[in-house]
């Protein structure tokens, strides 16, 4: 019978159904979170299913995780995104030894093995180094999140010095005020998010392979940064955003 993960972040939702036995993945869906945290899960696990072929009610056992899953009634279980992430990438990716995730509002590093979690350190404390700090640089730059990486691609890195999301986003209003190129703006951010992350994994030991997981991901100009700057290659799963769903499946199955 199918199992389900549902992973309720700040800024997304994110589900996967999963065969029980086969650890085939049937169905996932991504969907903003939206103000309310339970709505947007029991939706995105609908959407989910819907891909999968499947009814709800014909789940076998559904885990939680993430920032909100304390408010999803259906889950039979839940366990925390950094378990989920763990246990998500190293089944992608069995050499895993170092997790990089960056979510909406936080950032982790966090060592693994064999699935299991040894150690963790987790940015929670300011923005800048997650993907809120993106949606925020998106408004000021009138780009959406795509071409926001193209143009981080494509730019020469100028210098934010601000480690505070706040007076960031001013010394990047104050960069445009002296014509500063946006291009160029982006490719700082990104740069300046990079080293954060940096910052965070000289607190871990990087052992075996590092894969990275969140939405932030799903950019390929900032994959290749982050590389660059760990001095490591880095897996990137076809679906990273989707990650601690499919490690939260894994656990419904287990």
């Given at each position: 019978?199918?199992?389900?993960?549902?992973?309720?972040?700040?800024?997304?939702a994110?589900?996967?159904?999963?065969?029980?036995?086969?650890?085939?993945?049937?169905?996932?869906?991504?969907?903003?979170?939206?103000?309310?945290?339970?709505?947007?899960?029991?939706?995105?696990?609908?959407?989910?299913?819907?891909?999968?072929?499947?009814?709800?009610v014909?789940?076998?056992r559904?885990?939680?995780?993430?920032?909100?899953?304390?408010?999803?009634?259906?889950?039979?279980k839940?366990?925390?995104?950094?378990?989920?992430?763990?246990?998500?990438?190293?089944?992608?990716?069995?050499?895993?030894?170092?997790?990089?995730?960056?979510?909406?509002?936080?950032?982790?590093?966090?060592?693994?093995?064999?699935?299991?979690?040894?150690?963790?350190?987790?940015?929670?404390?300011?923005?800048?180094?997650?993907?809120?700090?993106?949606?925020?640089?998106?408004?000021?730059?009138?780009?959406?999140?795509?071409?926001?990486?193209?143009?981080?691609?494509?730019?020469?890195?100028?210098?934010?010095?601000?480690?505070?999301?706040?007076?960031?986003?001013?010394?990047?209003?104050?960069?445009?005020?002296?014509?500063?190129?946006?291009?160029d703006?982006?490719?700082?951010?990104?740069?300046?998010?990079?080293?954060?992350?940096?910052?965070?994994?000289?607190?871990?030991?990087?052992?075996?392979?590092?894969?990275?997981?969140?939405?932030?991901?799903?950019?390929?100009?900032?994959?290749?940064?982050?590389?660059?700057?760990?001095?490591?290659?880095?897996?990137?799963?076809?679906?990273?955003?989707?990650?601690?769903?499919?490690?939260a499946?894994?656990?419904?199955?287990?």
């Amino acid at each position: 019978m199918p199992v389900a993960g549902v992973d309720v972040g700040s800024v997304a939702a994110k589900a996967v159904v999963l065969d029980e036995e086969k650890k085939i993945v049937l169905g996932r869906a991504v969907l903003p979170t939206g103000w309310n945290s339970r709505e947007a899960g029991e939706q995105v696990l609908q959407a989910a299913c819907r891909a999968a072929g499947v009814e709800p009610v014909g789940l076998r056992r559904v885990v939680g995780t993430g920032y909100g899953r304390v408010a999803l009634p259906f889950a039979d279980k839940v366990v925390t995104e950094i378990s989920c992430h763990a246990r998500g990438a190293s089944w992608l990716f069995p050499a895993t030894g170092v997790v990089l995730d960056i979510g909406g509002q936080d950032s982790k590093v966090i060592a693994v093995e064999d699935g299991a979690v040894q150690d963790f350190v987790m940015n929670d404390k300011c923005a800048a180094g997650t993907g809120r700090f993106l949606q925020v640089l998106s408004g000021i730059l009138g780009m959406e999140l795509p071409e926001l990486g193209q143009a981080a691609a494509t730019g020469k890195p100028v210098s934010i010095s601000s480690m505070c999301a706040v007076f960031a986003e001013t010394e990047i209003i104050g960069l445009l005020a002296q014509g500063t190129a946006p291009t160029d703006i982006a490719a700082g951010v990104y740069l300046s998010i990079a080293r954060r992350m940096r910052g965070l994994a000289a607190r871990i030991p990087l052992k075996g392979e590092c894969t990275f997981t969140g939405g932030l991901a799903t950019s390929p100009a900032f994959s290749g940064l982050l590389a660059a700057e760990l001095g490591v290659p880095v897996n990137v799963p076809d679906d990273p955003q989707t990650v601690g769903a499919l490690g939260a499946a894994l656990v419904a199955a287990r």
